[in-house]
């Protein structure tokens, strides 16, 4: 296995029966959903399931990476939401090597000014990255990103520098993409930006970085297999992990669910699964609300909370391989007895040590906790565990009665947008 999950701990004896026989019911629908959606995949195909084995567009990036890593010394990404978060997670598993990759989301006219102070515009290239087309931050980074490029390099650099991934049809991104001669990826159309990582959308920037995209592939096909296997629905990982999340919210009142990877790589797609899990099943009063923490550091900050605040939380820890990674502590060169507990081990020894600590800690707290361990900490590590959350959100989304793939309420907000920047042109004139 890549990796191996545990929920043994999500069942505190405050839960006692009624929470168990909830697990029972609910992984028992899991199971049922499981099928429906290999089902639905067979017949009609579901855009996310079938990244891992037609790898849509890779061969068009293979290319434009080459040639981002070639001539530039830094790439900026402009996108928000789904397609930036997906690409951040993956580029956090990158060689180190050049060019740097920036993911720009803000439209802070300080974060922005900054960023183009640092650049050497004429080794810079951008990726711009809008599903729509019409994403109001990312149409207003683009524009400030060419109206500094013409100012430095002029109009011809526009095609040479920048790349867009957006859907087919008529939108604001692609006519500037039309007008400027600005290459264009297409980003599949039934493919929601949450659901983007392992398209182009993630990749593409993964792989100017340096990221075995291969790998990636190979761990989200392994985790799919896994999961549409033919082995025991206890045994399924994404089922397990969608039937104790929603039977703890229904019997105990667990509403909020924490990430608390303990690795630092891992940080980024803990932000990743925080959108994917909030934006999939905040519907119609449902939903739990997913929470970032990163240890050994949040230990200190957060932990206590956990531990003896509110019962409304189930903690997810995930573990890397680390036992005798990094340096080795040699506590004599203080002459200090008191910190003798650390001789003899390794940096990785000491996170190990962290992240069972606070799960056994907060075991015998009676909060519930899940562990992810992994095998090896890496790119096809990160694609599996991508894949399984995916599925597990879709899983339980459909246990609670919401559709996974909308986004209703955001929607309403981006047209709101664009309605009171039109009303502030007519006060202006």
């Given amino acids: 296995m890549i990796y191996h999950q545990s929920i043994e701990s999500c069942f505190p004896a405050a839960g006692g029966v009624a929470l168990r026989e909830s697990y029972d019911g609910l992984l028992s629908a899991a199971k049922e959903q499981l099928k429906k959606l290999a089902d639905e995949n067979a017949k009609n195909g579901i855009a996310f399931l079938d990244l891992a084995s037609r790898r849509e567009g890779l061969e068009a990036a293979k290319d434009i990476a080459q040639r981002h890593q070639e001539q530039f010394e830094d790439v900026v990404v402009f996108a928000t939401g789904g397609s930036s978060l997906g690409g951040r997670a993956l580029c956090a598993f990158a060689s180190g ?11 802070d006219p300080h974060t922005i000014a900054r960023l183009f102070d640092q650049l050497e515009l004429a080794k810079t290239g951008f990726i711009a990255i809008s599903k729509s087309g019409e994403t109001a931050e990312t149409l207003a980074q683009v524009l400030v990103a060419l109206g500094w490029l013409r100012t430095a390099l002029g109009e011809k650099s526009f095609s040479e520098r920048m790349t867009i991934i957006t859907e087919p049809g008529d939108s604001p991104l692609r006519g500037l993409a039309a007008h400027f001669h600005i290459p264009t990826l297409d980003h599949n159309p039934s493919l929601g930006g949450r659901y983007s990582v392992l398209s182009i959308v993630g990749l593409l920037p993964a792989m100017i970085a340096g990221v075995d995209s291969a790998a990636v592939l190979a761990g989200a096909g392994a985790s799919l297999d896994a999961a549409f296997g033919p082995g025991p629905v206890e045994d ?18 667990i509403k909020n669910t924490v990430v608390m990877p303990y690795v630092d790589r891992l940080e980024g797609f803990a932000c990743w699964y925080r959108q994917l899990w909030a934006e999939s099943l905040g519907k119609n009063g449902e939903g739990t609300t997913p929470i970032t923490a990163l240890g050994p550091v949040d230990q200190h900050s957060q932990l206590q909370l956990y531990l003896d605040g509110p019962a409304d939380k189930l903690v997810t820890i995930f573990i890397g391989a680390m036992a005798g990674d990094g340096a080795r502590l040699d506590p004599s060169v203080s002459g200090d007895h008191r910190i003798s507990y650390l001789a003899d081990h390794c940096l990785g020894d000491l996170v190990e040590v962290s992240a069972k600590a606070t799960t056994e800690t907060l075991a015998r707290h009676g909060r519930p906790v899940r562990t992810i361990r992994l095998e090896k900490t890496d790119e096809t590590a990160l694609g599996a565990l991508m894949m399984h959350f995916m599925i597990e959100t879709v899983i339980a989304a459909r246990l609670i009665g919401v559709n996974p793939f909308d986004q209703p309420a955001v929607e309403e907000g981006k047209a709101l947008i664009r309605q009171i920047m039109l009303e502030s042109q007519g006060e202006e004139s």
Avoid: V, Y
């Fill in 236 to 253: 399924n990982a994404p089922a397990a992990g969608a039937a104790i999340s929603m039977a703890l919210a229904r019997e105990l009142g």
């Fill in 97 to 107: 090597k050049k060019p740097q990759l920036h993911f720009i989301d803000s439209i």
